[in-house]
């Protein structure tokens, strides 16, 4: 079965600590990941998805299909880096029944 | 970037009525919208795909006949609770797909709160 697992809640850090915010998956297939954010009263949007191999705002994020993990890291947290982050999973299925699995979400908090 | 758009953003009804929440992509053409629901401090659960021109693909446990989808134009899609009871308050959530198979963007809207009194 399809999921996805991020076994933290909560994340806290102090600003300019490292940041890893671990996310596990399983898949028959070949996968395709995304991590979304969700920052205070916003709505969710976008990190960053494996496929594009980017650094956004400092996060990167490798697909280890060994480990089935897909953990978001950045070397230096920053206080605006406090929001709801969540793992996904692109499951396909044909056509219009793709469809995103998400994981529970952590909350990263980034202390001064 | 695509923008998603839900209206209203929130709705307060008695136990018993319906409420239609709207979706819709302001830039581009959506096939395909989903419909999802998230409870305080969880995580996004997919209720529903909705493919324009098609009768929506419910997951389980969903009922169908509980929340009407309609998405009856490349840029709109509706969730219609019927008769909405206290148990259906919750924070719904749209998204609609941009792009091509292995390329494909979900969007999401800002949500909507219910709170069914």
């Known amino acids: 079965a399809q999921r996805v697992t991020q076994p933290e809640k909560l994340l806290s850090v102090f600003k300019g600590a490292p940041v890893e915010l671990k996310c596990n998956y399983s898949?028959?297939?070949?996968?395709?990941l995304f991590w979304y954010v969700q920052y205070s009263r916003q709505r969710l949007q976008l990190l960053l998805r494996?496929?594009s191999r980017e650094s956004i705002k400092g996060f990167t994020a490798d697909l280890n299909k060994g480990e089935t993990s897909f953990h978001l890291k950045k070397p230096f947290a920053q206080e605006e880096d406090s929001a709801m982050y969540y793992c996904a999973l692109h499951a396909y299925y044909g056509g219009a029944t793709n469809k995103l699995i998400f994981g529970t979400g952590t909350l990263l908090a980034v202390q001064p | 970037g695509a923008v998603v758009s839900q209206h209203p953003s929130w709705v307060i009804c008695k136990s018993g009525t319906s409420v239609k929440i709207e979706c819709r992509s302001l830039?581009?053409?959506?096939?395909?919208m989903f419909w999802y629901r998230q409870f305080p401090k969880q995580s996004l659960m997919l209720m529903a795909t909705s493919n324009e021109g098609s009768k929506a693909t419910y997951e389980q446990g969903v009922e169908k006949d509980k929340f009407l989808i309609n998405h009856a134009s490349l840029t709109l899609s509706t969730l219609t609770v019927t008769s909405a009871h206290p148990e259906d308050s919750s924070f719904y959530i749209c998204?609609?797909?941009?792009?091509?198979?292995?390329?494909?963007?979900?969007?999401f809207g800002p949500g909507t709160r219910l709170l069914v009194l």
């Open positions: 494996h496929i």
């Open positions: 998204s609609a797909r941009q792009g091509g198979e292995r390329r494909e963007t979900q969007y």
């Open positions: 830039d581009f053409q959506a096939t395909t």
């Open positions: 898949y028959s297939g070949s996968p395709e």
